[in-house]
Nanobody, 115 residues
Framework: QVQLVESGGGLVQAEGSLRLSCAAS????????MAWYRQAPGKQRELVAT???????NYADSVKGRFTISRDNGKNMVYLQMDSLKSEDTAVYYC?????????WGRGTQVTVSS
């Protein structure tokens, strides 16, 4: 059983920064891709960033150069550093552990960026 718990969301002004954290339980963290998704009101959930087990990141075009995904395999943690935040980054952010044919989700953490 995999459990993912996000933290670090909140209210921030535009151009500010937030760091999201995701704590993963279970023994399969190390060898799998971790990801952050987000869902804004009235919109579909979208991929923000991924980080595979080899440490290779990928980012949505909308966050490239502003967000950084990282992981600490020793602590079963994944992070999303968000800088230069914009109002359009407002969403619920979800941590995900991605396996072939299966995705585990956290419950999400709200990020609100005020302009």
């Amino acid at each position: 059983q995999v459990q993912l718990v996000e933290s670090g969301g909140g209210l921030v002004q535009a151009e500010g920064s937030l760091r999201l954290s995701c704590a993963a339980s279970g023994s399969i963290f190390r060898g799998n891709t971790m990801a952050w998704y987000r869902q804004a009101p009235g919109k579909q959930r979208e991929l923000v960033a991924t980080l595979d087990s080899a440490g290779r990141p990928n980012y949505a075009d909308s966050v490239k150069g502003r967000f950084t995904i990282s992981r600490d395999n020793g602590k079963n943690m994944v992070y999303l550093q968000m800088d230069s935040l914009k109002s359009e980054d407002t969403a619920v952010y979800y941590c995900a552990l991605v396996r072939p044919g299966l995705v585990y989700w956290g419950r999400g953490t709200q990020v609100t960026v005020s302009s």
